[in-house]
């Protein structure tokens, strides 16, 4: 068979992600995304950013917002993000973002942004705010990603039904008016996205919701222990080799992310044996959290005190993030004969 020759890529692959300012970062953002942010740097072109347009949605209230824009900053680059490697930048700095959502919002039917999981449990929860923003919230997301034709977006499992959807404005778009865009894909280098699940056992570890069941990054070291050993369990298993039921499958999940090979093996036998202590075990697993988030918590503070750093780090951020957005939309206005002159 005649090989094809393969042209070399111009540019390396390109990853896009966000993250909204409207709380306080968690164990599942770690895992769920900044991880793999900070393991994608160095061999991927990567946009990542503030997404405090997006937080308008639910939180109109300003008065946090900038604490919590350079919050999430610092914390991440606390985690590892290196603002020389990565364009890190805040979604409302680059302005192309809004006029690309304008133009998908045309290709986006409101019956399809009604059926949204996220749109429709936010109108549940804000019924006397269920603003046009709300509903076309994919409609923006899809444009951060696709502002700098990325392919790759590291997201945890919850994002799942927004990346369907910025495929399927992003086939609707080549489609009519020409191909410009790659198709974007969530990513966890291969494996399953991941949902960090809440300590009491009853849904995910959240910003906004479920406080005491959700471990920060800015949590104290008492504080991280104090929620460790409140976390759900039971008398343990009566039967050996027995299914561990979902609360407890979650404490080992946190401890296969957090701690060591060894002490999963150990309670996991303990566990089969019918032997498990799950006091040793979340003393243990308070231990890891401890030692895993302590030192990010000190570079985060030191980080959100440096006004200066930060706004250096936004304005190198805008300034990468603007120059890939201007190329795109040159050739999405010209795709879509928006060039008069
Ligand atoms: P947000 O701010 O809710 O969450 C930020 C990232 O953290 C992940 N995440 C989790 N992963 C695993 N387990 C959990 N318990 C958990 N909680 C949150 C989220 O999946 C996400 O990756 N719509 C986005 C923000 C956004 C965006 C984008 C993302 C705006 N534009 C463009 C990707 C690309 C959001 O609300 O994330």
Do not use: W
């Not at 639910?58 to 603002?83: F, M, Q, S, Y």
């Not at 093996?265 to 019918?274: G, T």
């Not at 780090?313 to 050739?331: C, D, H």
């Amino acid at each position: 068979m005649e090989k094809k020759k393969q042209a070399l890529p111009a540019r390396r692959q390109v990853v896009m992600s966000g993250i909204r300012p409207t709380g306080f970062l968690h164990l599942g953002n770690y895992f769920g995304a900044v991880r793999n942010y900070v393991r994608m740097q160095e061999e991927y072109e990567c946009y990542f950013m503030v997404a405090d347009l997006h937080s308008l949605t639910t939180h109109p209230d300003t008065k946090e917002l900038k604490a919590n824009v350079h919050r999430v900053l610092a914390e991440n680059i606390a985690c590892g993000l290196d603002p020389d490697k990565v364009a890190l930048y805040c979604q409302s700095h680059l302005y192309e973002t809004c006029e690309l959502y304008l133009y998908l919002c045309m290709l986006a039917y409101k019956g399809e942004l009604e059926k949204t999981s996220t749109f429709k449990e936010k109108a549940r929860k804000q019924p006397d705010n269920i603003n046009a923003g709300l509903l076309t919230y994919p409609v923006l997301q899809t444009a951060d990603i696709i502002i700098h034709r990325a392919r790759y977006v590291p997201v945890g499992k919850d994002q799942e039904q927004h990346l369907e959807m910025a495929r399927n404005f992003v086939n609707r778009f080549n489609h009519r008016y020409g191909e410009v865009f790659p198709e974007p894909a969530a990513f966890n280098f291969g494996e399953e996205l991941l949902k960090i699940p809440s300590l009491d056992g009853a849904g995910k570890m959240s910003k906004s919701e479920n406080q005491y069941a959700t471990i920060y990054l800015s949590d104290d070291d008492e504080l991280i222990r104090k929620k460790v050993m409140r976390a759900k369990t039971d008398p343990g298993p009566a039967e050996r080799n027995s299914a561990k039921p979902d609360y407890i499958e979650n404490l080992f999940l946190l401890m296969k992310l957090v701690g060591t090979g060894d002490e999963v093996k150990k309670f996991d036998e303990d566990f089969n044996n019918c032997t498990i202590r799950y006091g040793d075990m979340k003393k243990q697993l308070a231990e890891d959290m401890v030692k895993f988030v302590h030192p990010i918590r000190e570079k985060a503070e030191a980080f959100r005190n440096d006004e200066k750093y930060l706004k250096e780090v936004m304005q190198k951020g805008a300034e990468k993030a603007t120059k890939s957005a201007n190329a795109t939309m040159e050739r999405v206005r010209e795709a879509m004969g928006l060039k008069y002159f």
